[in-house]
């Protein structure tokens, strides 16, 4: 079944011309596909796409069953929480906890205190920062910062990730494990569009990988 699929879709922003140009793809339940292109090429607005965050200019997307231009507005909450995003800035409130920060999506979603915490505690613990549930952003490092965003993606158990350049800000190594952290959330059914400039670490994985280039799709090596 195609968790995610792209039928002619266009973006077009007033004044810079077209972002996505009749982009086409699909995506199966439990992938993970890297996206690639120089910078401008598409990628954040296709995530965005995704994520509800914008609407295509023309075309259809579907994701986990849902078409995205029907979906009556009252529904949008409810669909936001079967796609957790990852953002390169990782978006985190800098004066609440890890903890709070981690429980946010649920908090709005109304869950209870004590599934909040119990939820919580085992994204963290996914992530490897159960020890840290008390500090705040800022005495984290930037890797450990990044892990937190990703905890709360996932926290509310979305059949869908997307993640926008997750590693941008990290090093070599630290990239790694974030990429393999995403491995992990893969080998358990989730399904993944990471889209990133680092295409040593993207060749060296070995997953489907798609390229846009100036909003079009160029490549698309398949699964492997
Ligand atoms: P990438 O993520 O691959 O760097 P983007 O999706 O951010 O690419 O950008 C694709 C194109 O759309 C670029 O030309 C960019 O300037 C333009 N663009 C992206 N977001 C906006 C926006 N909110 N308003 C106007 N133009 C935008
Ligand atoms: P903005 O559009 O002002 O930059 P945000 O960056 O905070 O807003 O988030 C954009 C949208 O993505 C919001 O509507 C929010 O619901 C959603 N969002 C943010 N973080 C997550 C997350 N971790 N998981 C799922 N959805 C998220």
Redesign the pocket.
Known sequence: MPLIRFEHVF?R?????E??GNVNFEIQAGEMVFLT????????????LIGLI?RPTRGQILVNGRNLATLPRRQIPYYRREVGMIFQDHRLLPDRSVFDNVALPLVVAGVGQKEIGRRVRAALDQVGLLSRERATPVALSGGEQQRVGIARAVVGRPPVLVA??PTGNLDPDLSREIFELFERFHYVGVTLLI?THDLNLVQSMRHRTIT?DA?RLVNDTGDW
């Open positions: 973006k922003y007033p004044e810079r011309g972002a996505l292109g120089h910078s401008g090429a598409g990628k954040s607005t296709m995530l965005r914008e926008d350049e889209a846009l909003g």
